[in-house]
């Protein structure tokens, strides 16, 4: 499970699966990176990504939870206000 109380965690877990699983360079992982338009993911990416971040933060996520996401920060914050929720 992620640790809920680091951004910079969730940032470098949701980057190595970036790199891993959709073969992105570690160089180009940066906040303000746009994962559709800088990155090239297209919707199924999207999906995949969303499936891979469930599991590894065992975190139950609702398709309207990432609607708004562009950046891998903006995907950040979102698994992050996530975590916090249920650990509440």
Not at 12 to 20: G, M, N, V
Request: hydrophobic letters at 45%; proline letters at 2%; glycine letters at 0%.
């Amino acid at each position: 499970m992620l640790d809920i109380t680091s951004k910079e965690a969730i940032f470098s877990a949701i980057a190595d699966i970036l790199e891993k699983d959709f073969e992105c360079s570690r160089e180009s992982l940066v906040p303000e990176v746009n994962l559709f338009e800088d990155l090239n993911l297209d919707s199924i990416d999207a999906v995949d990504l969303i499936v891979k971040l469930k599991k590894i933060a065992k975190i139950d996520v609702k398709p309207e939870d990432f609607k708004q996401i562009r950046t891998l920060w903006d995907t950040t914050e979102v698994v992050h206000k996530i975590l916090n929720d249920q650990q509440k």
